[in-house]
Nanobody, 123 residues
Framework: QVQLVESGGGLVQAGGSLRLSCAASGRTFSNYAMGWFRQAPGKEREFVAVIRSGGIKDYAHSVKDRFTISRDSVKNTVNLQMNSLKPEDTAVYYC?????????????????WGQGTQVTVSS
């Protein structure tokens, strides 16, 4: 069983930055692909970024060059540094774990989810 707890959300003005963190339990955390997804009101949950156990990263086109995903396998955390935030980044952000380390963009491929943290970007 893996438990994921997100933190770091909040309200920020457009152009600002936030850093989200996800604390994971479980001794095999380092073997999993860890992803960030987001869901805005009335929209489907969408892929934001993923980092696989070997360190390979992928980003959604909409956040590439603005967001950076990283992981600390000693502290069992995965982070999402978000810069140059835009109002359209407003959503609940979720951390997710893929035990198969595939790191695909479909949320259906992920096995464990956090409770989410709200990010609101004002214009």
């Amino acid at each position: 069983q893996v438990q994921l707890v997100e933190s770091g959300g909040g309200l920020v003005q457009a152009g600002g930055s936030l850093r989200l963190s996800c604390a994971a339990s479980g001794r095999t955390f380092s073997n999993y692909a860890m992803g960030w997804f987001r869901q805005a009101p009335g929209k489907e949950r969408e892929f934001v970024a993923v980092i696989r156990s070997g360190g390979i990263k992928d980003y959604a086109h909409s956040v590439k060059d603005r967001f950076t995903i990283s992981r600390d396998s000693v502290k069992n955390t995965v982070n999402l540094q978000m810069n140059s935030l835009k109002p359209e980044d407003t959503a609940v952000y979720y951390c997710a774990a893929d035990v198969n380390n595939w790191g695909q963009i479909s949320p259906l491929q992920y096995d464990y989810w956090g409770q989410g943290t709200q990010v609101t970007v004002s214009s």
